[in-house]
C-alpha cells in the first residue's frame, strides 16, 4: 500500500472533516484513519489547516481520502483552551509569516499591543512584517514618529512596510509579500486589514462570506480554519482564533527571550534567575540605560510581567 500514498495539504479543517489538497491541486475530503499517536504539543485537534500529511485514498467515486501521517511541523499556533482543560486548540501549522496591520490614528494601535503580538510570534516562531497603513492620515509630525517607530523594529529584525490605498502607497510591496507564502493577517478592527486584501484579492471577500454564512449556520464556528489559495503556493489563513493571537500564557522567566534585544544580553546577567526589574549586575538594565534598548519595549516587559496572563 505504500506506494499509494501521496502526500497533501491541509487546507480546511473543521476538527471533524478537513479538506486536503493533492500536490496536482486537486480538493479532496478527509478524515483522520483511526487514532494515530501524535508527538508535539497535547491538543483537542490533531491536525490543523497548514499541516502536510500523507493520505490513501478511501472511496474513488466520492473522492474522499483518509490521513495516516501527519509530516514534521515547521511551527504551529495554538490558542489556549478557554476551558482550562489544559489542552489547548491547534489554529494552523507551517505559518510562513504573520503580517501585522497598524495604523497610528483611526485607530491608534498601541505599541503595547504591537509588543504583545510580536512576543506571541516570537514564542511560536513566526516571523512577523509589521505594516503601518493609512499613511495619508498623517501630517509630517506623525509620519516622523512613524518612521521613528520603524526603525527601531527593523533593528530588531522585522519586515516593514509604510501603505495607503488613497495614496497607492505600498500596494505592490503588500502584494508581493504574500508570494509564495502562508500567511496570516491580525491587526485591532478598522485597520484596513479586508481593504488591503481586496486589492491584493479581490475576489477572496466572496468567498469568505459564503464560510462565514455557513459558519454561522452550522455548530462548528470555533474550529472552522480555511486557507485561502492567493495563487501558486501562496495561502491566507483564515481562523477566528487568529484574531485573539496573543492568548497565550508565556513563563515569566521566559518572557525576556522574545524580545530579541533582551534575547541576545540573556546569561550575562549577574544572577542567572535575574528578571531585569532591579537586580544588581543586570546587562538588560543596563543597556536601557545606554539607550540600546528602547523605552516602549522595556515597559511593554515590565506591562506583561505584571499582567502575565497575555489576554488582550
Ligand atoms: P479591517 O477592520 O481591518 O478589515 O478594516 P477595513 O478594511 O474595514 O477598513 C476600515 C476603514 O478604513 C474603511 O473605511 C477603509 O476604507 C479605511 N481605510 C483602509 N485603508 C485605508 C488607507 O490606507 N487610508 C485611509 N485614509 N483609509 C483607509
Redesign the pocket.
Known sequence: MTESKKKGLIVRSTGSWYEVRSEEGKVYHGRLKGKFKLKGPQTSNPIAVGDWVMYEMEDEVHQTVLIVEILPRQNYLIRKSVHKTGQGQLLAANIDQAIF?M?FK?PKTSLGFLDRFLVTAEAFRIPVQIVF?????LNEEEQDQVFEWAGLYQSLGYGILF?????E?GIEEFNEMFQGKVSLMS????????????IVAPDLHIKTKEVSDFAEKGVHTTTYSTMWELGKDTYLIDSPGIKELGILEIEKEELAHYFPEMRELLGQCKFNNCMHLSEPGCVVREALEQGDIAESRYFSYLSMLENNDNRR
Not at 163 to 167: A, F, N
Open positions: 496591520i495604523t483611526m497603513n493609512k499613511m495619508d492620515l501603505t495607503s490605498i488613497p495614496k502607497q491587526g485591532h478592527s478598522g485597520v484596513g486589514k479586508s481593504s488591503l486584501m481586496n
